[in-house]
Nanobody, 128 residues
Framework: QVQLVESGGGLVQAGDSLRLSCTFSGGFFSNYIFGWFRQAPGKEREFVAG????????NYGDSVKDRFTISRDKARKTVNLQMLSLKPEDTAVYYC?????????????????????WGQGTQVTVSS
């Protein structure tokens, strides 16, 4: 059974940086596409960034482009999200999702319903 565990959230000030990690276990890392999503109170789960297991393809939500970077460490089976220049509107619970498959199609990997597995989430709070 695939398990995803996020870590690295916290309370920071606007302009600060944070690095989130998602540790994968219980399956074949090489068979997955991974996504970071976030959900603020009263809002829908929003696509933040996605990456193929081999790192060849990445993509970002419009609101985080040029500030966030997704990466993966195949040896450690982790997917990381480096967040720079954080803003109060980045405040949310951040979730790591895993989707079995190889098809890199934006209309698929940006949708939460496409993902088979989810972590428990990690809170990121950015104060102004």
């Amino acid at each position: 059974q695939v398990q995803l565990v996020e870590s690295g959230g916290g309370l920071v000030q606007a302009g600060d940086s944070l690095r989130l990690s998602c540790t994968f276990s219980g399956g074949f890392f090489s068979n997955y596409i991974f996504g970071w999503f976030r959900q603020a109170p009263g809002k829908e789960r929003e696509f933040v960034a996605g990456i193929r297991w081999d790192g060849r393809n990445t993509n970002y939500g419009d609101s985080v482009k040029d500030r966030f970077t997704i990466s993966r460490d195949k040896a450690r089976k982790t997917v990381n999200l480096q967040m720079l220049s954080l803003k109060p509107e980045d405040t949310a619970v951040y979730y790591c999702g895993g989707m079995a498959g190889f098809t890199w199609v934006r209309t698929v990997y940006t949708l939460p319903n496409s993902y088979d597995s989810w972590g428990q989430g990690t809170q990121v709070t950015v104060s102004s």
